[in-house]
C-alpha cells in the first residue's frame, strides 16, 4: 500500500524538517504486520514528496496468530487485498513514522508547523465503503479538494462495473499535523474495518487524535462508529465527551469574560445597537431564510424571530452548553409547530465545510471572527463565503481604535478575555475587500454606536453582497 504527502510550499524541502526526515535517506520501520518504507521520489525547492510503502506479509501474519481451531487452509486468511489497499495498517504506520510531526512539533522550523500549507495527498487504492459521497462527506468538511477515481474490477471485463476501490487525491491548506491526524482517523473509517481488537484504548485514541476537530465534524457519528469498529457502548461514550466540549469551570470562565464584555460597553448599550442594526440590514437585503453563525445565546436568532419577512433562522454554535442556554431563551419547547418550523439551532464548527450551512439568503457573524486566531480566518473565509455561499453576509467585529473611549478598559487591553485580535477600521475594510474581491461579492461599511470623528464608532460592521 502507497500513500504520498507533497507541498510546493517553497523551498518544499522544508517537508523533511517538518516530518522529521531526511529527504536524502530511506528509512525502514518493521511492525508485526511487515514493512515500511519512508522515501522522498521528489524533492527540490519547488516541489517535494513524501512516500510511505507498506509491506504486508499476509502468510507471517496469519502464521503468527496462531488461531486455534482454525489450522486447516483458510483461502481467505492468505488471499486478501489488505497487502494492497490503505487500510488500518496504513494508519498504524502514519501515527508510528509521522508521530512527532503529529504532535506539531518542529524545533527547527516551529513557524511552519504552526502554519496551514499547500499539501496534497494520494492514496492509489483506497477501499471506501459507500464510495466517493462518503469520501466526500469525511473530507470535504475538513476544507479539502477532492478528486476521486474508481478502479474497475478488471479492466480486461468492464461490464463487471467498478470495484469498492478509488484512487483518490487530497488537496488542501492545513497544518501539517492536522493533515496526518485526518489521514490517521478517517483511512481506517473509509475502510469500515480493521486488523485488530478494538477496546478503551482505541476509544481513547480517537479523542486524542480527533478532539480537536471532530467534536464539530457533521459525520461524528459516522466517524466514532466506524472507527470503533461499530462497538456501540464505546462510540457512545466518544459522542458524549465530544458533545460535553467544555467543562463547567471553562463556561463559568467564559461566563465571566462575557461580562466583563457588557460592563465595558454598557454605557452605550452597544450590545442591543448591534443586534437592532443587524436585524434591519437583514430586512434590508430582502432576507427569508438566515444563518447566524457563531449564535451563543439565541440574542440576534430570538430578535429575527419577531421579523415576518424571515421566514426561517438557523442557529450554530460549536458549545451544545451555549445552545442549550440558547433555546432556554428562545422557549423552544413552548413554541407553536408553525413557529417551531422557523427556527433550528445546530452544533457546528465554524471553520469545517457543512453541508447544513448551504441554502440561505443569508448568513450573519456577529461579534465571532475576533474569537478565532487569525491563521483559522482562512478557513472560515473557505466555509462562508466559498461553500456556504449565501447572498448576503453580515459580519460585525469591535473596532480596535475607540478602545481608549473605554474608561473601564485598561490602555492595550481587548474588551473580551477570549479575542484572539481586535482590527483597526483599516485593517478590517482590507481583510474585508480582499474577501469580497476573491469571491464575488461587494462589500459595504457601515458604523455601530457613536462614529467618534477621532476614533470611530466602538463596532464596525460589513455587508457583503452580491
Known sequence: MLLTISTEHAPATDLGFLLHKHPDNVRTVAFPFGDAHVFFPEAGDQRCTAAVLVEVDPIGLIRRRGRKGQESFSLAGYVNDRPYVASSFLSVVVGKVFGTAMTGRCDQRPELADAALPFEVEVPVLPIRGGEPVLRSLFEPLGYQIEAAPIPLDDAFPAWGPSRYWSVRLAGEVRLADLLSHLYVLLPVL???????????????????????????????????RYLKHRRSLANDVLARLADDAPD????????????????????????????????????????????????????????????????????????????????????????????????????????????????????????????????????????????????????????????RFESLPAGQFRHRDHRFEWTRA????????????????????????????????????????
Open 191 to 225: 475502510d469500515d474495518d480493521k486488523h485488530y481488537w478494538v477496546g478503551e484504548d482505541e476509544a481513547r485514541k480517537l479523542l486524542d487524535k480527533g478532539g480537536a476537530w471532530l467534536a464539530s465534524h457533521p459525520e461524528r457519528e459516522l466517524i466514532s462508529r
Open 249 to 404: 469551570d471553562q463556561v463559568e470562565v467564559d461566563d465571566e469574560h462575557d461580562r466583563e464584555e457588557q460592563q465595558v460597553e454598557e454605557r452605550i448599550s452597544l450590545n442591543q445597537q448591534r443586534l437592532d442594526v443587524v436585524a434591519a440590514a437583514v430586512v434590508d437585503a430582502g432576507a427569508s431564510r438566515v444563518l447566524d453563525l457563531g449564535c451563543g445565546e439565541g440574542r440576534l436568532v430570538q430578535a429575527l424571530l419577531k421579523v415576518p419577512q424571515v421566514a426561517h433562522v438557523t442557529g450554530a454554535d460549536v458549545s451544545t452548553r451555549v445552545l442549550d442556554r440558547a433555546a432556554d431563551r428562545i422557549c423552544i419547547d413552548d413554541l407553536s409547530d408553525r413557529q417551531r418550523e422557523r427556527v433550528a439551532l445546530i452544533q457546528a464548527g465554524l471553520t469545517y465545510r457543512d453541508s447544513r450551512f448551504a441554502g440561505f439568503d443569508a448568513a450573519t457573524l456577529v461579534e465571532v471572527i475576533e474569537h478565532l486566531d487569525e491563521p483559522r480566518l482562512a478557513a472560515l473565509e473557505q466555509v462562508v463565503f466559498a461553500h456556504a455561499s449565501p447572498s448576503t453576509v453580515i459580519v460585525t467585529t469591535p473596532n480596535r481604535e475607540h478602545n481608549v
Open 427 to 466: 485593517e478590517f475594510n482590507g481583510w474585508s475587500e480582499r474577501v469580497a474581491t476573491t469571491h464575488g461579492y461587494q462589500v459595504a461599511f457601515t458604523p455601530i454606536g457613536p462614529d467618534d470623528p477621532q476614533v470611530g464608532p466602538p463596532t464596525q460592521m460589513a455587508v457583503f453582497t452580491r
